[in-house]
């Protein structure tokens, strides 16, 4: 099977009523762990690789990586997405080097720190739109910026995320606005801002509506019922993940993150994609933390990679079973970009707006 496009998943998990994690890469471990859960459990896959992603390990190398992980599970449908695009030029080099889904976010202006005028995001994602479709390639946009509910702080942890301070408002994707945005934009996906933000610190408590506002996303899918809404920022943050990390010589503060049951939630008003990467980095760093304090002489690097790469997978299999993924990959019958392209020349992919 080869690349799918985003849409076809997306459309799947939508009729059937599911969400899929969407993990973010950036090695091989990471790679054959998100593989080997999703072969466990017969989940589609999005893999994702953000501009850092790109930069760490260079182009090539997460182009091959994918194309070995669609050549090691043949039968896994599997999307390769390029995640938190700054510009129409950083999105059409994704294309270029065969991504099947970009996101064009607009959110913020092309230093990926100020926040844009509503007409800059429309204009840069529109434009990405027109080009990406011609050649059956999905695009997400976002609306509204990421960043933490409690404190007004903007989610610049990442790398991605404005800097400084937000209104309440930057920090709420407006109903009304995602209509306008999808209206004018015919993009296939949307993340929305409800107060979730990137990395481990999300929430000084466990989050409850006012500070993360998962009221909002019913309110988002009413008006935009056919596009795909996007949960960025979704890592859960686990407790005992964090402790083993504590007990081998880490020191992380307490921290929540955004809980299954509300991701669960969720998934029944319209999220299909939940971005996660902060839990593979904790199960990983956890893992190898672990086994190079009980194993003070081994110096052998695949013998520290495996436990990481294992510990990665555990994560990964948890939330594809949480999301309602498994036994899905067999059911899909995948397009290629080329039939996907015809279906959004002939109209038939376009947004509804109520
Ligand atoms: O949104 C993300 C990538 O785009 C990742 O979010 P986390 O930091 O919560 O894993
Ligand atoms: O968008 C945020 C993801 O967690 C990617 O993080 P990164 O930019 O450090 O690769
Ligand atoms: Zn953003
Ligand atoms: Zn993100």
Known sequence: MALVSMRQLLDHAAEHGYGIPAFNVN????????????DEVGAPVILQASAGARKYAGESFI??????????????????????????KVCSGAIDLGFGSVMMDGSLMEDGKTPSSFDYNVDVTRKVVEMAHKVGVTVEGELGCLGNLETGDAGEEDGIGAAGKLDHSQMLTDPEEAATFVKATQLDALAIAIGTSHGAYKF???????????????????????????????????????????????????????????IQEAIKHGVRKINIDTDIRLAMTGAVRKFLFENPDKFDAREWLKPAREAAKQVCK??????????????????????VAEAYARGELAQVVQ
């Open 318 to 339: 948890a939330r594809y079973l949480e999301f309602g993924c498994e036994g899905q990959a067999a059911k899909i019958k995948p397009l290629t970009l080329v039939q």
């Open 27 to 38: 090695n091989l471990e990471q790679v054959q762990a998100v593989m080997a859960a999703a």
């Open 204 to 262: 000084s408590r466990k989050p409850t509506g006012d500070i993360l506002a998962i009221s909002r996303v019913k309110e988002i899918h009413k008006r935009i019922p056919n596009t795909h809404l996007v949960m960025h920022g979704s890592s859960s943050v686990p407790a005992e993940l964090l402790a083993i990390i504590n007990q081998y010589g880490g020191q992380m503060k307490e921290t929540y993150g955004v809980p299954v049951e509300e």
């Open 63 to 88: 182009k091959h990586l994918i194309q070995a992980a669609v050549e090691a599970y043949p039968h896994i449908p599997l999307v390769m997405h390029q995640d938190h695009g700054t510009s129409p």
